[in-house]
């Protein structure tokens, strides 16, 4: 049976015309059309098997680096972040987690098991799945990097394994097979390198010291480019503290635009564009988005 998501019955939450501002850390976006929280990976792969091929489909991790336009996203968001937190330790070097963990928690855990280097997790305030889409890295460690294999569900419902040659990985960038998203991974870490969570700390204190972390955010906007610091080059264009609407560009960290005062996405995307200019002008360096964008322009 085809059914579009308003007609199929499921035994998890659809909600209509949910607003993604509640969904993301900068809190601001305009409407999911339907937005799916599966009560179980059956209940998932029933509800995509039966779905209407030709509705959207966007996948949501918790939204830390997401920017959806105020025009909203068409078709169904799935949040399936509930049902697939599962992680557990597979051999001496090996963990497995489920794509709606957070990274904190794999983090934690992993130094718990003697997992190392896993404490770089800890500095990405997403999913485990986020990381794996992103390939998310922080002081140092990447995604991916520690990716043994995958599991992944398509928009048929049909679940695959997948190994890291399937994929093209770069940085903050992954390309794998087309209309699968990402439900579990395993994790090989290293023999001999114990991770600590000293060290954890440490470099979550280097993050608040050099972060606007009180603030709405999505992180790092840019990726840098080779040899250089987004945020250098955006700090010597006297980019500090500018102001587009309720989005500023913050003068902790001149790479993240905070939600300073009810921003909307257009605010933001809007600063973002005009930062992305100023420093293709005064530094001839044509940034690249770290953070995604999606969704339909207001109306
Ligand atoms: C304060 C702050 C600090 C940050 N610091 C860092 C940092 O140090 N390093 C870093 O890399 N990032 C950082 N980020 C950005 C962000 O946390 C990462 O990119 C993270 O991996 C996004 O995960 P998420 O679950 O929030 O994904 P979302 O923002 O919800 O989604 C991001 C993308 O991943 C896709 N996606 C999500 N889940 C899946 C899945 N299961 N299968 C397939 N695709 C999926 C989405 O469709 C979307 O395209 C920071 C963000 C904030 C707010």
Redesign the pocket.
């Known amino acids: 049976m085809i059914a579009t998501a308003a007609n199929m019955s499921v035994q998890g939450e659809l909600r209509y015309d949910e607003s993604m501002s509640r969904h993301t ?1 900068w809190r601001a976006g305009g409407p999911a059309e339907t937005f799916f929280i599966p009560a179980s990976i059956d209940d998932l792969s029933t509800f995509l098997a039966e779905l209407d091929p030709n509705t959207p489909i ?9 920017l959806v336009r105020d025009g909203g996203l068409p078709g169904v968001v799935i949040s ?1 972040t509930k049902i697939l937190r599962q992680l557990e330790q597979v051999d001496r070097y090996t963990a497995r987690a489920g ?1 709606g963990l957070p ?1 904190t928690q794999l983090a934690r855990q992993c130094i718990r098991w003697e997992l190392g280097p896993s404490e770089f997790f800890a ?5 485990v ?6 390939n ?3 002081h140092g460690g990447e995604t991916w990097e520690r990716v043994a294999s995958v599991r992944t569900i398509d928009r048929g419902g049909e679940i695959h394994e997948r190994s890291p040659a399937e994929y093209s990985v770069g940085y ?1 960038s992954v390309t794998g097979p087309p209309n699968e ?3 579990e991974a395993t994790f090989q870490f290293e023999p001999g390198v114990v991770p600590s969570m000293d060290n954890m700390k440490s470099m979550l204190e280097r993050r608040k010291a050099t ?1 606007p ?1 009180g603030l709405p ?4 906007v840019f990726r840098n480019p080779p040899g250089d610091h987004s945020a250098r080059l955006i700090e010597a264009a006297g980019l500090k503290g500018y102001r587009i609407g309720g989005a500023e560009v913050s003068d902790k960290h001149a790479n993240f635009i905070i939600n300073r005062d009810a921003a909307t996405a257009t605010d933001i995307e809007e600063l973002i564009e005009h930062v992305r200019q100023t420093v293709l002008d005064v530094h001839g360096v044509e940034l690249q988005h770290e953070v ?1 964008i ?1 969704g339909e322009v207001p109306a």
């Open positions: 850390s966007f996948w949501h991790g918790v939204g830390s680096n997401l399936a794509a990274c500095g990405i305030p997403g999913t799945g986020g990381a794996l889409a992103m998310a890295g922080a903050r998203w990402f439900i972060q972390l955010s999505c992180g790092s995604r999606v």
